[in-house]
């Protein structure tokens, strides 16, 4: 139908309000308490309009449109109306905007400035309301809250949470919580809805959850953030959640070729930047993974981008994480991708540095397996000792990406005794199924996972007696809660704080001597300072030592490749060496880091290597439709207490003589109970940001 306003002849949907049609027009009319996703009030009336044949001026978001119809959006009476509508709003309002977190980004700020309103005439004094801060996560600054009803309707209406309301208070009118109760007592969801549709800087995210140097949608969804690979977090625990193992499987895939692994064995940075933590504990996003993964049907493969054949030939040295995303994201854009592995077997630290109680060999074959299909070439036991070599021999490009399997030996007294050894060395003989000898007792030296893992695999070798001595006290170790934990049960002695001063014995190793630390920390040079405890001297009685302190690169020296902080590849922001077309990649460039960390530096370098090769570099894919997901989340008493589901393990006596797996997999309705603890906190960034007049 068409409408006429301030003279101008529109097209108008049926149904819309003269709002709605106008604001859809370009034309636009002041308005405040009426959010695009929410339905109209007719409460502010600074959306008041004349029509023609109507006394009074009506509120435009509560009038429908009718056809013929004209409008007139400024005249005497309708300013009138919205002036001293406006003045109203703005009598107890604090007349400082400046300290206000939304300054700049408040409407009603835009809206009195574009309306040159004064609040003079009525302003008495600001409401002496306090502040709430008493919640996590969500911070309410009564005083700024102009009662337009926005984050109720938000609540209510469009989440169905239903916690907030009005309050009648000894201070008049305002939102809040029936019964006093807390947010969290009334069950509110955090869903950050409220916080979205505020028009003030009333409700906000509590100070210090928005982080300067991060984009808004970042600070919104910290999970996602937060993982290197940036795999859709929230939207995939979402379809998980709902039951769906193989779309939140897709989702994954997006971004990563190795879900499964990764639900074995990331070290999950997104759990540590939940908003759950806020409450207790974090969702379990890493387990969530490995039970979707494990409920996929592969239906994801029809799906995948493949473009045609480029003539362009890729080398990729190493078939560790880095490496095998790389090859796979490189081989999708047309490139012909050959992988030289010195090993006689693909997955580099997942194979040769994970034990396989933590991650199966049949788990990492599958998903090498699907990378390899997309045409990928792949040659082991093939060691390339300069990338150059295949420059020369036709490819057009080389990554280099062979991580860092040298283990490091501190140069303590004993280090050249018979049984000692280096970890990467001790766990991939492990893995190969060639162990190295253990004996009865054994120490392990260093405290992050790494030592874990040689302790448990020492214990599944057969030791007796297993110890792990570091320099950390407990709370500065870098093992994990978990595997501390997993490792005590199983038997492993743990000595923290305690300096290793000497490996005693002859020939054989005898013992480890041991002295407690009084204080361990870095000085303003990053050196590390040790204090001991005098006269607190032990010898423990050991017949192996493994030293766990760490691992680098081998074999970079002979690459005729520009190299830093020793063996270290340095590399360009485009990841590009020093040599024109070779590039690397991984933790043979930053030292070791994460599995997921690699894969990203993987997706990293693919992206490069595809733009040098006279790609575009957008190795992104689409493995399922984007679907807008339901806003309508509903009520749930206690939810904020919901307790995170725990991962079942096999009984330590059972597991610690095999190198089976040892965590049990989430069932079905369990992962989704797990997955429904999620806050969605990246479902408020699909709500519509009304736009200012000066936007039209
Ligand atoms: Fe129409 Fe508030 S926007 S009355």
Request: net charge negative; proline share 4%.
């Amino acid at each position: 139908m068409k409408i006429i306003i301030e003279g101008k002849e529109i097209e108008a949907k049926e149904g819309a309000s003269v709002l709605e049609a106008s604001l859809e027009a370009g034309i636009y009319i002041p308005h405040l308490c009426k959010h695009p996703d929410l339905e109209a009030v007719g409460g502010c009336r600074l959306c008041s309009v004349e029509v023609d044949g109507v006394e009074n001026p009506v509120p435009a978001c509560k009038t429908t449109v009718q056809d013929g119809m004209s409008i007139k959006i400024s005249t005497e009476k309708s300013d009138k109306t919205r002036k001293m509508a406006m003045e109203l709003i703005l009598a107890t309002h604090p007349a400082e905007c400046t300290g206000c977190p939304k300054y700049g980004k408040c409407e009603l700020q835009s809206l009195y400035q574009y309306m040159g309103v004064s609040a003079e005439r009525w302003r008495k004094k600001s409401r002496p309301v306090p502040n709430d801060s008493s919640n996590p996560l969500i911070d309410h600054l009564f005083t700024r809250c102009i009662r337009c009803g926005r984050c109720i309707r938000a609540c209510r209406e469009l989440r169905g949470v239903r916690v907030l309301d009005y309050q009648r208070t000894k201070d008049g009118i305002r939102v809040g919580v029936d019964g006093g109760l807390s947010l969290e007592e009334a069950g509110c969801k955090f869903c950050g809805a409220c916080i979205e549709v505020c028009p003030t800087g009333s409700i906000m995210d509590s100070l210090g959850m928005k982080k300067e140097d991060m984009s808004y949608s970042d600070s919104v969804v910290p999970c996602r953030a937060a993982c290197p690979a940036h795999t859709d977090v929230p939207r995939y625990i979402r379809y998980i959640k709902e039951g769906d193992f193989v779309k939140a499987t897709a989702v994954i895939r997006e971004k990563v070729p190795f879900p499964e692994t990764l639900g074995n064995i990331c070290n999950h940075v997104c759990e540590d930047n939940c908003k759950r933590n806020e409450f207790e504990n974090p969702i379990s996003v890493c387990k969530l993974k490995k039970a979707a993964a494990e409920g996929d049907d592969g239906s994801w493969k029809s799906k995948v981008r493949r473009e045609a054949a480029t003539g362009k030939k890729v080398a990729v040295i190493g078939a560790g994480p880095a490496g095998l995303t790389a090859a796979y994201f490189l081989a999708k854009k047309g490139h012909s991708v050959t992988i030289f592995e010195e090993n006689e077997k693909a997955g580099g630290q997942c194979r040769y540095g994970i034990p396989a109680y933590r991650l199966p060999d049949d788990v990492l074959d599958r998903e090498i397996g699907d990378i390899l299909a997309e045409g990928i070439e792949l040659l082991t036991n093939n060691k390339v000792e300069n990338p150059k070599e295949l420059l020369n021999k036709g490819y057009d490009s080389v990554l280099v990406s062979v991580g860092t399997h040298k283990g490091t030996l501190l140069p303590l007294e004993g280090n050249d005794l018979q049984g000692v050894y280096v970890n990467a060395e001790f766990l991939k003989k492990a893995r190969q199924g060639q162990p190295l000898e253990v004996k009865e007792k054994i120490m392990i030296l260093g405290g992050g996972n790494v030592a874990y893992d040689c302790a448990r695999t020492a214990l599944r070798l057969g030791a007796k007696e297993v110890h792990i001595a570091c320099l950390e006290n407990i709370d500065q170790i870098t093992a994990t809660k978990e595997e501390i934990e997993e490792g005590r049960e199983e038997g492993i002695i743990l000595h923290v704080a305690h300096s290793f001063l000497r490996i005693a014995g002859s020939e054989k190793v005898e013992g480890v001597e041991l002295q407690k630390v009084d204080k361990f920390y870095f000085d303003s040079d990053r050196k590390a300072v040790i204090e001991l405890v005098e006269g607190s001297n032990e010898i423990i009685p050991v017949d192996n030592v493994i030293f766990a302190v760490g691992q680098k690169p081998a074999g970079t020296e002979a690459m005729e490749i520009e190299l830093t902080h020793g063996p270290y590849i340095k590399t360009n922001e485009s990841s590009e060496t020093s040599v024109r077309g070779i590039f690397a990649a991984g933790d043979v460039v930053t030292g070791t880091k994460s599995v997921i960390s690699a894969i990203a530096a993987g997706r990293k370098s693919a992206e490069e290597i595809d733009k040098y090769l006279g790609g575009n570099g957008d190795i992104s894919e689409n493995l399922l439709e984007k679907e807008t997901p339901d806003p309508y989340i509903g009520s749930c008493s206690g939810f904020s207490k919901i307790e995170r589901t725990s991962i079942e393990l096999v009984e330590a006596d059972k597991r610690k003589c095999n190198f089976d797996i040892v965590e049990k997999t989430l069932s079905k309705e369990k992962a989704m109970c797990e997955a429904s603890r999620c806050l969605q906190c990246d479902l408020r960034l699909n709500l519509k940001a009304p736009k200012m007049w000066n936007e039209y």
